[in-house]
């Protein structure tokens, strides 16, 4: 407990010099982390989860703002959460929900295109209580790939078409091995009561 609290004491009074410089450690003291990658078919749906962190103290009112870039880093915004803006590429698309408690959110992307298929950048801006106001945005993005829809339709569907005919094909011929010997035993019967009965009209 010692050193460990002399090290602390010693570390403070730097990270608030640092602060006071404003020279921020842009892979420390503030981040966003959305994955790298992500696929998801033609016409199906995808989210975005992102989380955020930062070393400010924020001020009594935050103005949390939420943008996101497609394309490059300084690509165009298709999503600005306090302008209310939603590019017209994604119009009744898209929606981000936001745990703004937990420095996280989703944001997905539905009915999903082949042109949707892009990099997205995930941006920050919050109001601090003694660095004003701050932006920040995830340098490597998301890669979305969309894939084929008609592939997955050809795999769900194929085998249970197969299985249905080969099932209806089974019982068809079931029904007809067992109908033969019915009508033989039939035909039996009818020849041996005539013969029968020719036999006694004979006789
Ligand atoms: C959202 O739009 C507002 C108004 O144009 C802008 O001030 C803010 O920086 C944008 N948010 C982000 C995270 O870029």
């Not at 078919?41 to 962190?53: L, N, R, V």
């Not at 870039?69 to 209310?84: A, K, L, M, P, W």
Request: aromatic letters at 8%.
């Amino acid at each position: 407990m010692g050193p460990s609290l002399l090290l602390s004491l010693l570390l403070l009074p730097a990270s608030l010099q640092a602060g006071s410089s404003k020279e921020y450690n842009p892979n420390t003291d503030f981040g966003i982390n959305q994955p790298a990658s992500l696929s998801a078919p033609e016409g199906g749906s995808t989210c975005i989860s992102f989380s955020y962190f930062h070393c400010w103290e924020l001020a009594k009112d935050p103005r949390l703002s939420i943008a996101v870039r497609r394309r490059d880093f300084h690509g165009e915004v298709i999503y600005n959460s306090t302008q209310r803006f939603i590019h017209k590429d994604y119009k009744n698309r898209i929606s981000l929900d936001l745990r703004e408690g937990q420095n996280s959110g989703t944001l997905c992307i539905w009915n999903l295109r082949k042109e949707d298929e892009n990099r997205y950048f995930c941006r920050v801006q919050v109001e601090t209580l003694r660095d004003g106001k701050q932006v920040w945005q995830s340098i490597p993005g998301t890669k979305l790939t969309i894939t084929d829809a008609a592939q997955m339709t050809t795999i769900t569907k194929g085998p249970t078409t197969t299985v249905t005919t080969t099932t209806r094909d089974m019982n068809m011929e079931t029904m007809v091995k067992v109908a033969l010997p019915i009508a033989v035993f039939k035909t039996a019967i009818l020849g041996l009561v005539v013969y029968l009965w020719w036999k006694r009209s004979k006789g």
